[in-house]
Nanobody, 116 residues
Framework: QMQLVESGGGLVQPGGSLRLSCAAS????????MAWHRQAPGKERELVAS????????NYANSVKGRFTISRDNAKNTVYLQMNSLKPEDTAVYSC?????????WGQGTQVTVSS
């Protein structure tokens, strides 16, 4: 059974850092492009960052460029999101997504709260 499990969220002060992880199981992880999305209360879900199946190509939302880094370890079936210089507007539920052709899977999400 396929599964994506996020971890690493929590409460952090502005300017702080967090590292999110998304562990995959039940499918061939190395075939899938991966992405992190987020959804803040009252707002639509938005794409934060994406990474190709080999890790050779990454893309970022303008709002996080230079602060966030997406990476993956295909040997560990895990994708990461390193978040630095966090701002209150980064507060949201962060979810990972796996996609390969018509196959799309989502994790349950992890809460990130940036507040003093």
């Amino acid at each position: 059974q396929m599964q994506l499990v996020e971890s690493g969220g929590g409460l952090v002060q502005p300017g702080g850092s967090l590292r999110l992880s998304c562990a995959a199981s039940g499918f061939t992880f190395s075939r899938y492009a991966m992405a992190w999305h987020r959804q803040a209360p009252g707002k639509e879900r938005e794409l934060v960052a994406s990474i190709s199946s080999t890790g050779g190509t990454t893309n970022y939302a303008n709002s996080v460029k230079g602060r966030f880094t997406i990476s993956r370890d295909n040997a560990k079936n895990t994708v990461y999101l390193q978040m630095n210089s966090l701002k209150p507007e980064d507060t949201a539920v962060y979810s990972c997504k796996a996609s390969w052709g018509h196959n799309i899977y989502w994790g349950q999400g992890t809460q990130v709260t940036v507040s003093s």
